[in-house]
């Protein structure tokens, strides 16, 4: 049976034989930088320009469900589109490139690590930089109406595996752009 590194794996060298820059968020980035949990999908900002798309629905089939169409679409609007993996039945979340200056600034940023908590064997790939993976967690808990346990809980992981190397002026500094700098302070506060 395919697992979700097993189709991380297949995707990861479309994107790199493409040449499509990009890195790895959400839970499987606090995972790597904090406590491991368990995910049933992956988010990737990916570089990805719409005359890029075609060629790469081509590449992805048949290894991948990938709607052509939906993902011009989608691109067109600045928002994610999903993939599906076929064999293991894993959606991963294709996140395109915000164009404001946050968005590059981390994507600047990200790390080449060898991702272990996805499976036995380590997947050499691009993550988001730990102080990002708190911003952009922030992010999305404040989207969700500060509710979430399990993205607070993330958050919290991150502090306490990576915290004595964390950049705290850099997240300060990019927290009042985002609008989220309270819920920064109140994160490092616990």
């Given at each position: ?76 609007l600045g928002r994610s589109f999903n993939l599906i993996h076929n064999a293991s039945v894993f959606k991963?979340d294709i996140f395109p490139l915000g164009r404001d200056a946050y968005s590059r600034a981390s994507f ?16 050499e790939c691009a993550v988001a930089a730990a102080e990002d993976t708190i911003l952009r967690k922030l ?52």
């Amino acid at each position: 049976m395919a697992t979700l590194a097993d189709g991380l794996y297949e995707l990861l060298a479309i994107f790199d034989q493409m040449e499509i820059p990009y890195l790895i968020g959400g839970s499987v980035a606090s995972s790597a930088h904090g406590y491991p949990r368990t995910t049933m999908d992956i988010d990737l900002v990916a570089a990805v320009r719409d005359d890029q798309i075609d060629e790469l629905a081509k590449a992805l089939h048949p290894a991948f469900y990938a709607d052509a169409p939906a993902m011009h679409r989608a691109l067109a609007l600045g928002r994610s589109f999903n993939l599906i993996h076929n064999a293991s039945v894993f959606k991963f979340d294709i996140f395109p490139l915000g164009r404001d200056a946050y968005s590059r600034a981390s994507f600047g940023r990200r790390r080449f690590i060898e991702l272990t908590t996805l499976g036995p064997e380590p997947i050499e790939c691009a993550v988001a930089a730990a102080e990002d993976t708190i911003l952009r967690k922030l992010e999305w808990y404040r989207a969700g109406g500060e509710t979430s346990e399990r993205q607070w809980n993330d958050l919290r992981g991150v502090l306490r595996v990576s915290g004595e190397v964390l950049d705290y002026a850099y997240m300060r500094e990019w927290a009042k752009v985002l609008k989220i700098d309270d819920l920064l302070e109140e994160l490092l506060a616990e």
